[in-house]
């Protein structure tokens, strides 16, 4: 079955400081990987995704995450974190074809920054 | 990316009672999931609601306590069936329209159960 681990419940950074959030999942085929942003009372918003190619992928709001096979890692990094980017953060595996259609959440990292 | 109207954004019910969330999304997709986040956790997906046949339900959920409906491709309901104060939680609709998109989120519906 496929898992997400999210070690980091709460993490805090300052603004203007560089970020990174760990995610480490489970999954016994090629996994397709996402990273989502909830801001409170919020829905869910995609910042970026991982399905195949370069490793290293963009997203939106200034994020980016490397896709590590070997590792079974997927980390979210920011060189520079805005006060705005306080938020809560979740990892997802998931697969888009055969059975596997389901996303398998981590149960997520809440950020604060620190002014 | 698709676009998702999900209704009501919150509500309030009595126990016993049940309520109905709509999903409508602006185009046709292939799937439709719908998820529960309760207070301070993760998402747990409910059940993939299948266009015109029953939905698929993991494990702990089941028809009589989440009924869901799939009548075409762009809208889904969710009711909850006699409430309990349990079941406050938030209930997001998910979509999947095409691959190369990924899964798309509703705003959800804050529902309290008193």
């Known amino acids: 079955a496929q898992s997400v681990t999210q070690p980091d419940i709460h993490i805090t950074v300052s603004e203007g400081a560089s970020l990174e959030l760990r995610c480490n999942y489970s999954y016994g085929a090629t996994p397709y990987l996402f990273w989502y942003v909830q801001s409170p009372g919020q829905g869910l918003q995609l910042l970026l995704k991982?399905?195949?190619?370069?490793?290293l992928v963009q997203g939106i709001k200034g994020f980016e995450a490397e896709f590590k096979r070997s590792q079974s890692s997927f980390n979210l990094r920011k060189p520079s974190v805005h006060w705005s980017d306080a938020a809560e953060y979740f990892c997802a595996v998931g697969a888009l074809t055969g059975g596997g259609n389901k996303l398998t959440f981590g149960t997520g990292t809440q950020l604060k920054v620190e002014l | 990316s698709a676009v998702i109207s999900q209704k009501p954004s919150r509500d309030i019910c009595q126990r016993g009672t049940s309520l109905t969330i709509q999903c409508q999304v602006d185009s046709q997709v292939t799937m439709m999931f719908w998820y529960r986040q309760q207070p301070g956790q993760s998402l747990t997906l409910i059940a993939t609601?299948?266009?015109?046949?029953?939905?698929?339900?993991e494990s702990g959920f089941v028809i009589d306590k989440f009924p869901i409906s799939r009548p075409n491709l762009t809208f889904s309901t969710l009711t909850v069936s006699n409430m309990s104060p349990e079941d406050s939680s938030i209930y997001l609709c998910?979509?999947?329209?095409?691959?190369?998109?990924?899964?798309?989120f509703g705003s959800g519906t804050r529902l309290t159960v008193v």
């Open positions: 991982y399905f195949s190619g370069d490793t």
């Open positions: 998910s979509v999947v329209r095409t691959g190369v998109e990924g899964y798309t």
């Open positions: 609601a299948n266009q015109g046949s029953e939905a698929t339900y």
